[in-house]
């Protein structure tokens, strides 16, 4: 299995709504990301957990929280989200000496 | 901390033609630079990759060139094809192990 893979593919919320991200990876790989991506813009890095270590993007709110709860798993927790969150939101893994970051399919969240 | 540019923005080329996508970087201690392809509605792919140590590399119709001295690197394909038309991501990888991107270029081949 050489993927990462995300769902759900497509998320719509309310304002008020609580919803879980969830990414797989069983390449072995220590590394794990969360980006944020915009149309024709460049991924954005929220989160990083390599080697059990969580490093943030200290631009990226509270209402966006990761949890992993294995080496092969990372989850984004969403809360009170505004529409300008409204974006692609892509899984990674990179094993990390080797640089190669490998992305999952995206998953497409719309905020109204 | 690491600052990459990326030019043109977009680039229109006929069928056939060669496209050069080029970028800068800022940080002399970065030591790896991937490309990727976007495809709407898809996943950023990686299409090929260079470490510091080497100057070219080439994988079918394309091939990346890195100047460690000028710190920049260029994106070369030949014989463009309309399946080619797609938003190019060049990228560095900063000391911390992460990625900082260009701000990415729309190619468009017309057949």
């Known amino acids: 299995d050489t993927e990462v893979t995300q769902t759900p593919k497509h998320l719509v919320m309310g304002m008020t709504n609580k919803k879980s991200l969830k990414c797989e990876q069983h390449m072995g790989h220590r590394a794990m990301y969360w980006y944020k991506q915009k149309a024709k813009k460049p991924p954005e890095l929220m989160f990083v957990y390599s080697y059990e270590k969580l490093s943030i993007n200290e631009s990226v709110p509270s209402r966006f929280s990761p949890e992993c709860p294995n080496s092969s798993l990372l989850n984004l927790h969403l809360h009170a989200l505004q529409p300008e969150d409204s974006a692609l939101y892509l899984c990674?893994?990179?094993?990390?000496?080797?640089?190669?970051?490998?992305f999952g399919p995206g998953t497409r969240l719309t905020v109204t | 901390g690491e600052n990459v540019e990326q030019h043109p923005s977009t680039l229109s080329v006929q069928e056939g033609d060669s496209a050069v996508i080029k970028c800068t970087y800022s940080d002399s201690a970065s030591n790896y630079f991937p490309w990727y392809k976007q495809e709407l509605g898809k996943r950023p792919q990686l299409i090929i990759d260079?470490?510091?140590?080497?100057g070219e590399k080439k994988d079918q119709r394309i091939a990346v060139t890195l100047n460690k001295t000028a710190k920049h690197f260029s994106l070369h394909i030949t014989e463009t094809q309309p399946e080619d038309s797609a938003v190019y991501f060049c990228a560095a990888m900063d000391q911390g192990g992460k990625l900082i991107f260009g701000q990415g270029t729309e190619l468009s081949v017309k057949p």
């Open positions: 260079i470490r510091s140590n080497v």
């Open positions: 990674a893994s990179s094993q990390e000496e080797l640089g190669r970051v490998n």
